[in-house]
């Protein structure tokens, strides 16, 4: 049962079997106030749900976890961001925690590191799964992040553009996902091909899989 004093996780997973596993996990010591599967919703529920925490993966339809905690950063939220993802990579480790991440959790660890790294993050502090500790990923945060052009030049409304491009979705779609027109679609997709020096979309898209600005 719900108490004040327990902290309020919000949930983001495109798989509910993740969703009912994490729910299962952390239901003892924490309140459960919501789940979402993709990145938009997640955005909209942490607005008004106003979690202490969101346990979120990487790879999530429509806008991705990273993208999304650049979102509610920017809207300002307080919420402490711990990311669960089957991804084993310092890049999209720094990617995270350059988006304002507090915690970084890779799916097949051990339970309990995700609840060590929950508690981490409420105590305003950092948690990365141990497999991914050590010399490089220290040197990594110890220093400047990688000053690539696409990290430079890629505004938030591009991201959201590549990352519907990724999913195999049309200037149409995408359009009416982002309220913007197909033309604007494509002038915000021709401007990235040109900023990345790719010639069609396809290589627009390996760049953006390669980079870790994008994950489906």
Do not use: C, W
């Amino acid at each position: 049962m719900p108490t004040a004093n327990r902290p309020r996780i919000l949930l983001a997973d495109d798989h509910k079997i993740v969703i009912e596993g994490l729910s299962g996990l952390l239901q003892e010591d924490f309140e459960l106030v919501g789940a979402v599967t993709n990145g938009r919703d997640l955005v909209e529920e942490a607005a008004r749900l106003q979690p202490d925490v969101i346990v979120a993966d990487i790879s999530m339809p429509l806008l991705n976890g990273i993208e999304a905690a650049r979102q509610l950063r920017e809207n300002g939220s307080a919420a402490r961001i711990v990311f669960l993802t089957m991804h084993p990579d310092i890049i999209y480790a720094t990617r995270a925690l350059d988006a304002g991440a507090s915690g970084y959790v890779l799916k097949h660890a051990a339970p309990d590191e995700l609840v060590a790294a929950i508690h981490e993050a409420l105590r305003g502090r950092t948690y990365v799964s141990r497999q991914l500790r050590g010399p490089a990923l220290e040197e990594l945060l110890r220093s400047p992040r990688q000053k690539t052009r696409s990290a430079i030049e890629l505004t938030p409304r591009q991201r959201e553009v590549l990352q519907l491009l990724a999913e195999g979705k049309s200037a149409k779609e995408i359009g009416a996902l982002l309220d913007i027109s197909p033309r604007t679609v494509e002038t915000h997709k021709y401007k990235m091909m040109d900023d990345l020096g790719v010639r069609t979309s396809a290589e627009l898209v390996q760049y953006a899989i390669r980079h870790g600005l994008v994950s489906i």
